[in-house]
Each structure stands twice: as structure tokens, then as C-alpha cells.
């Protein structure tokens, strides 16, 4: 059964607050023109700029978590119509976000553009994997997540604070650059449990 098909895109809880602030209306239309399953060419020329975006998970007891990625304009990439994908990065090991994943894959994603201002949510079903064939093409990527798009839609930007500078962090993983070791890897308390340190590192990693 295709996902999207049973995808709803307002349940009870939301339905019970539109109601009480006479919002149901203005809830429905905006889903009606703005709401969508497939990318446009504008999602698409704003995704392939974006340098980060927010990703809210949650485990098998509905637990929610949100993680900050980030990488060179381009490191999301829009695979199918209703379909992108993102390479994970050597992290903290904690792998909290696919993690989550891993026992729970519905996803929310958050993308913004602080200068203009200017948002986009992709809800969706995510999965993962370390033989995807983006993989060649995302340098330090350790795994490709790909995210199947139930629900596309935009967002009012007017509370997005504008923040100035697009610089990008120096431990961005991009083509012909090699990332500097982060210092907390040279921590006393961390050096001995780093992935290789007796066990097999994940591919893409540069173990200590």
C-alpha cells in the first residue's frame, strides 16, 4: 500500500485546537493549495541550495529527538519525485536520529533559509543504508538516509529570525577537503572507545 495514500494530514489532537480557535477552515484550505506529496522545481531549487535543515525523529514509544545537519549546498539531494536523500556524517556516535530510525522511520523534516526568510516542511518515511550508490557521490558520507515524501509543505517565515553569515563550518565533509580531526576527539575520556579502537569502524569514518 502506497504510505502516502493513508497519510492524514490532521489527527484528533490537531482537529480539537483548529475548532477551539475557529482554525479548521484556514487549516483546510491551506493543506487544499499548499499541501503536496511531490516535489515542485521551487522545493527543489531551495532544497539544493540549503547548507542544513532540522530533523525530528522519534523512537518506538513515540519519544521525539531533533538533530541539526549540515553539509555544502548540494548534500541533499532530491531523488525521485516524492523522494531525497542525505548522507550521515561521522557524529558523536550516538546515532540517536537513525537510531530512531531503525525501529520507528516516520521523519520530519525542517528547511530554512534565515536571510530571505523562507521554510519548508517534508514529512515522510525514512531508511538507510551503506550500499546506496550515493554513496561515491557524498564524500565522508558513513550512510545514505533516503526519506519518501508523504506530506510537502511550506511554512509562514515571518517569525524566522535573520542571522547573518553562510559560511560553512571547516569539518563540512565536501570533494578534494579533508575535515580536521574535531578536538573532542582527543579527549581524555573519549580516545580509547573511538570507532576502529578494537572494533570495525563504520565506512566513511577516520578513526583516531
Given at each position: 500500500m502506497d504510505e502516502r495514500a493513508t497519510y492524514a494530514t490532521y489527527h484528533e489532537g490537531m482537529r480539537g485546537l483548529q475548532d477551539r480557535f475557529d482554525a479548521r477552515r484556514l487549516a483546510d484550505r491551506l493543506d487544499e493549495r499548499l499541501g503536496r506529496s511531490a516535489f515542485s522545481d521551487e522545493d527543489r531549487d531551495f532544497i539544493a541550495s540549503r547548507t542544513m535543515f532540522f530533523l525530528a525523529t522519534a523512537d518506538a514509544q513515540g519519544r521525539p529527538d531533533c538533530s541539526y545537519k549540515g553539509g555544502a549546498a548540494g548534500f541533499v539531494r532530491i531523488t525521485g519525485a516524492s523522494e531525497l536523500a542525505f548522507p550521515n556524517y561521522d557524529g558523536n556516535g550516538m546515532f540517536r536520529s537513525l537510531g530512531n530510525v531503525a525501529v520507528n522511520p516516520s521523519v520530519g523534516i525542517l528547511f530554512i533559509d534565515f536571510e530571505s526568510p523562507r521554510r519548508l516542511r517534508v514529512n515522510g518515511v525514512a531508511s538507510f543504508s551503506d550500499d546506496d550508490p550515493?554513496?561515491?557521490?557524498?564524500?565522508?558520507?558513513?550512510?545514505?538516509?533516503?526519506?519518501?515524501?508523504?506530506?510537502?509543505?511550506?511554512?509562514?517565515?515571518?517569525?524566522?529570525?535573520?542571522?547573518?553569515?553562510s559560511e560553512l563550518s571547516e569539518y563540512t565533509p565536501r570533494a578534494g577537503?579533508?575535515?580536521?580531526?574535531?578536538?573532542?576527539?582527543?579527549?581524555?575520556f573519549v580516545v580509547d572507545v573511538l570507532p576502529g579502537c578494537g572494533t570495525r569502524p563504520w565506512p566513511g569514518l577516520d578513526p583516531a
Open positions: 550515493l554513496m561515491a557521490e557524498l564524500p565522508g558520507a558513513q550512510l545514505i538516509v533516503r526519506v519518501r515524501a508523504q506530506k510537502i509543505f511550506p511554512n509562514c517565515p515571518r517569525y524566522i529570525h535573520r542571522s547573518a553569515g577537503y579533508a575535515p580536521p580531526q574535531p578536538k573532542w576527539k582527543s579527549m581524555d
